[in-house]
């Protein structure tokens, strides 16, 4: 168990010319290790679940007391997926000899079996088939789909080369598979499980999202937005953003028929407002640096945007027209999940023990800054790129002891290593810092 920590009340007043309240922080928990990378809610349990790639360790928090309740160890888990329907979780969890999809009762939040599947990767979860869809990366390059009434594998799906970001079509019941390395998406038949089509995007798309309110697909396709048909399986647009940023994330807001997509250059960050009937840019917000992660909340009518390296989580208006508000957070912030019948966000952070709860409101009048933040250690590779804090050179190495990569302070490209778990040795003092890089 985990001591929940102190909390000092910034009461900054009324926000002039909002119109309205903004969410604030209203809680931290500390769970105990970072890499806080994924995050999902259990409705019926009223606890959020998540995982701690450093530890090692994926945790249950109570929404009632902010405490961690629950933590089972497994070797480097990753992504997460909650099933409504049989009240379970899975997460991923790599490890140096098999990898699996590990399954958790969503009543006593311990593990109930593992399913072996290598290269396990990203997760997602379909209601109406109660089935879960895995993208396996790597050397599988391929979509395995799990029946969740029993817990076992029924197939798997050959997409393109290095299978990542999972969308579901829920019009058409249709699977969009981002395959990176082939720089395409896979359209699967989610009755047949049989692609329906592979499309060329000219680039290794990291994010994606299905707007069923036009019946769109938006990905990412270099310093553009893709957008395929989702009833004809053919690109119908493709939206320049200029001046050519890099798209980390896109949110769908079904309320005003907007699709948001925060985008990086390397000092600064914006999310591009974009009317998904006409497909054409309406606006551009400003955000802090590296916008990763976006979610938005029909409860509140806020679309939340994180900035990883500001240590900062925005809000903007869902019709796309302005800023609210921000809230320092802790180190890194990178993983959401709303628990919409609390009016709560959940925020993980990368760099930091700590998972923020945010009042989803629109009746809050304050800012809440916990006292308990960790010093930022910017040792993150995201997008291939890591940010070393070293004053000293180093070099990367491998499992097997192999040099691989060296180091200089500052920024550094480690895009072309493999997924994996790797340790920096330290030129002059001869110490490890322990890296991980997600694909």
Request: charge should be neutral; charged fraction near 20%.
């Amino acid at each position: 168990m985990f001591s929940r920590p102190a909390i000092v009340v910034v009461l900054l007043g009324l926000a002039a010319g909002l119109g309205r309240g903004q969410p604030y922080v209203e809680d931290s928990i500390d769970v105990g290790g970072t890499w806080v990378g994924s995050l999902a809610y259990n409705r019926q349990a009223g606890v959020i679940y998540g995982t701690s790639e450093q530890s090692g360790y994926f945790f249950a928090i109570s929404c009632d007391s902010a405490r961690v309740i629950s933590t089972t160890y497994r070797d480097y888990p990753l992504d997460i997926a909650f099933d409504s329907t049989d009240c379970k979780a899975y997460f991923v969890q790599r490890s140096r000899d098999v990898d699996s999809v590990i399954v958790i009762d969503g009543h006593t939040h311990r593990r109930t079996a593992a399913i072996p599947l290598m290269w396990a990767n990203k997760l997602v979860w379909d209601g109406e088939s109660d089935r879960l869809y895995v993208s396996c990366n790597e050397e599988e390059n391929a979509v395995a789909v799990i029946d969740c009434s029993v817990d076992t594998l029924i197939c798997m799906i050959p997409v393109g080369e290095g299978p990542l970001g999972l969308d579901i079509n829920t019009r058409h019941r249709k699977l969009y598979v981002r395959n990176v390395d082939g720089y395409s998406v896979s359209i699967v038949d989610m009755q047949t499980n049989q692609v329906l089509r592979t499309i060329p995007v000219g680039w290794p798309s990291i994010a994606g999202c299905y707007h069923a309110g036009v019946d769109k697909y938006y990905c990412d396709g270099g310093s553009a937005v893709v957008v395929i048909s989702g009833a004809r399986d053919s690109v119908v647009a493709r939206i320049p953003l200029q001046p050519g940023p890099a798209v980390n994330c896109l949110c769908p807001v079904t309320s005003t028929n907007l699709v948001m997509v925060g985008a990086s250059m390397l000092s600064y960050s914006s999310v591009y407002v974009i009317d998904a009937s006409a497909d054409t840019v309406l606006g551009i917000l400003p955000v802090g640096r590296d916008a990763y992660r976006m979610l938005w909340s029909p409860l509140s009518r806020v679309v939340y945007c994180t900035a990883s390296f500001e240590d900062r989580l925005y809000m903007l208006t869902d019709d796309g027209g302005r800023v609210l508000s921000s809230v320092a957070t802790s180190g890194n912030p990178f993983a959401l999940a709303l628990a919409r019948d609390r009016g709560a966000l959940y925020v993980g952070h990368l760099e930091s023990r700590m998972v923020y709860v945010i009042r989803d409101t629109i009746a809050g009048i304050a800012e809440q800054q916990p006292v308990r933040q960790e010093a930022r250690r910017p040792n993150t590779i995201l997008r291939g790129s890591l940010l070393w804090a070293g004053r000293e050179r180093g070099h990367v190495v491998d499992a097997q002891g192999r040099t691989v990569a060296e180091l200089e302070p500052g920024r550094n490209d480690l895009g072309r290593l493999a997924a994996g778990v790797y340790m920096v040795v330290h030129a002059k003092t001869g110490t490890n810092t322990k890296l991980v890089k997600l694909r």
